[in-house]
């Protein structure tokens, strides 16, 4: 893409609405403009973002469930048979349509695809059954704050599980626990697995992913060495390994603070090796047996023929917020520093010296080498300043800047810088397919 | 994909609710089910066919405009200004949030797009700028029906585009004109374009695009030989090619009801190439100039200097809707006939004898073979009769078929059937590689 078609408002200043780090660079880098409280539109570099993650979060999530897509609009009634219509409060927004029907839109789908499982499935010969989607959700937050981290609509990705057993629905949590640690790694956030509150999804048991990052909204406290702690190479098949990682995981002491105990906290960890920071919640994953099931009638015929309620469990990854929280962990003073798995351009191309015909050749030349080659490439081809050019590259954080000027052209050379490392090597110009290559 | 890990809820029997065959077709084949009136959830198979069409409208789009994404929720405050917010009438899902501010779920993205313009984009220099999203939308039908084709919840493709002259942006609406045939043609639909009235849009200029289908809703009076025009290969960048191909296909006579007039059409079509018939409207051009740029201030400073509202124009493709239409138009009496580009998977493979080990173990062989490949497959592999699984895979429409059996096995065969002629050939086992080659 070259940067004179590309509708990128980057702003020079700070915008004072913005409070933290995150929502400040998605503003400044032209990502997301907001358009009412809480409520966001992505411009096309934020999209790139979003799309990059879901991706991500696509390929690892087939390998253990099906996707499909329930709407966004939900009927009450469902939500009154599960007895959730009045409990969830006024974070729920619901309206009535010109038939006078009650609607919501939905902050969650557990009713929802609870209710396609009962009209659809009725043996336990059709499970387990893993389903997912990834969908907009509404929650009318009485303070958005925090940009996309906060937002009012925000795109998630909702997984349910439906087992015959609670024995098959812990190894569905299990699963989806490993799915989760591989999801975040691929994103380079290190995710940290708390001890959870079920709040109004409900169940006794749940473990929260927190990113650790000074702008998250909850306090957490951890044993150090949790942090070491590497993703095996485990198969889905192998529930016995997923297993033992889970307990791995959870054996070190780490909590959000509505499930912190001091005292256990001084006992259990030793002084060197306590950390107290703060996170931010990314994914959450719900075991809640059949407390959907029995109110909305999911239930299968069992081997033994007696017509049993399913074990349900839920897994949720906030998408959206997660273009904030890689931000968040991501970045330095001069702005975003994407990890390359979620970037939305690879590699950007400088021309330091618009006018000067041998950089304008060169850098023509590269770009078209990497369009070639299908890399994801931004090329700053305005008739701008050197400096405004390379301070907006190093803005929106493209992990790879290719720096065409005059002086380097006259030895031969073009530059390569990480954005990440700030690293600049110089490059001979008949290199330039190997050095692109070994980036690819 | 197995066919028993699939969440495939196919039907035997016609459902009572469905009037028209892609409502009953998308039902039976377990593609969709509605969760409220005019509401549906997507399940599996409906999904990827879906995600196929947007693939296709996206390849086409992005080659004239850039992909950004507008949340499902907008404010009234810029409907109020441009007008439309009374106008709109019911159709017009409002209701107001936890702190009594009123909100919509956006119908239409006009308002919000020139809104985004205006706070972003000052000068000519920026133009021409043309912008799209795929987003769900919601209009509160009165009487929502034929599932998909005239839902409630419903996703379109919708484009803006913001030109400094009349003269460039009737350019982009040739150009936007040009990607919908290709659009409609890549996914094997004739569409037709029919000057059209602009209703709540405004503007006047517009074309519909009709897919000529039994079950359409609107009449559409035909001068036949536009069906013979083929689309020629004409550049993006060709303004001059593209305009004389709209001319020209404009030329013919084509009128849906709001705009035929019978004296007109009996006086300019010859008796022999009148054609009457049904239509579904699947996209609409609109071209308004400054409608929506002169309430909303979306000015640019120009060339001489002067403060000027840009030309705009707004493309509509029905995304959701599509999916119906391309049924309507692909069907026989089995079931769905999916053209290859939109289908959920290219091959089906269906183990006529589940209990033989040769079937079974070639059965095994040829799916492995097609993953290995990377080619979308289904592979039914339940222990069902063979009557069952055949009427299944008619019924669900994937475009070749695969069957393994004892009978053609003894003679080293298997066939494979084309599932829109009913076409069946033989072919040795020892060709199997070929043979799919072919079809990739």
Redesign the interface.
């Known amino acids: 893409m070259k940067r004179s ?3 990128l ?1 980057t702003l020079k200043e700070n915008p004072t609405e913005a409070k933290i780090t995150s929502h400040r660079l998605m503003l400044r880098s ?1 990502m997301v ?1 907001q ?3 809480g ?6 570099m ?2 790139k973002v ?1 799309k990059n993650i879901e991706k991500i979060i696509r390929l690892e999530q087939d390998l253990i469930a ?10 009450s009634e469902i939500w009154k048979k599960s007895g959730r219509f009045n409990d969830y409060g ?1 974070e729920m ?3 009535i ?3 006078e ?1 009650q ?1 919501l ?1 939905g902050p969650t789908n557990e009713e ?1 695809i609870t ?2 499982f009962s ?3 009725m043996s336990y010969k ?1 499970l387990p ?1 893993c ?1 997912y989607h990834i969908q ?1 959700k ?1 929650r ?1 937050e ?1 303070r958005p704050r925090f940009g996309v981290m906060r937002g ?2 925000f795109l998630m990705k909702d997984a349910y599980s439906f087992d015959i057993s609670k024995e098959d629905a812990i190894k569905c949590y299990n699963r989806m626990f490993l799915s989760y640690l591989r999801i975040f790694n691929k994103m380079e956030l290190k995710a940290i697995p708390v001890s959870a509150d079920t709040g109004p999804i409900g169940g006794d048991l749940s473990h929260e992913f927190i990113i650790l990052a000074d702008t998250g909204e909850s306090e957490v406290y951890l044993d150090k060495n949790i942090l070491k702690e590497e993703i095996p190479n485990i198969n889905y098949n192998d529930s016995k390994g997923i297993s033992k990682l889970v307990d791995t995981l959870t054996s070190f002491y780490a909590a959000a603070d509505d499930k912190y105990d001091e005292e256990e906290y001084m006992n259990i960890v030793n002084e060197n090796n306590r950390l107290k920071t703060k996170g931010i919640e990314v994914g959450h994953l719900f075991y809640f047996g059949s407390k959907y099931s029995i109110p909305l009638e999911a239930k299968v015929n069992s081997k033994e023929g007696k017509v049993v309620p399913v074990e349900m469990g839920s897994y949720g990854i906030g998408v959206s917020r997660l273009v904030g929280a890689i931000i968040d962990a991501h970045h330095d003073d001069k702005g975003i520093c994407w990890p390359e798995s979620v970037s939305p351009f690879l590699i950007g191309i400088v021309n330091l010296r618009q006018n000067d015909i041998e950089c304008s050749n060169l850098s023509d030349t590269i770009y078209n080498n990497l369009l070639s080659k299908d890399v994801s490439v931004l090329y700053d081809d305005r008739d701008e300043g050197a400096g405004i050019k390379l301070a907006e590259m190093d803005l929106i954080g493209v992990p790879w800047q290719i720096r065409i000027g005059p002086r380097g052209i006259k030895n031969g050379n073009f530059e390569l810088l990480q954005r990440k490392t700030g690293d600049i090597t110089e490059i001979k110009v008949k290199d330039m397919e190997k050095t692109i290559n070994k980036l690819l």
Chains 1, 2 share one sequence.
């Open positions: 078609n590309l509708f408002p032209g403009r358009s009412s409280s409520i966001y539109s992505w411009l096309p934020g999209l979003l099906q996707e499909l897509l329930m709407p966004t609009i939900q009927d006024k927004l619901t309206f349509d010109r038939h029907h609607l839109y929802l209710d396609i009209k659809n499935i059709s059954l389903l907009w509404f009318d009485i009012r609509e």
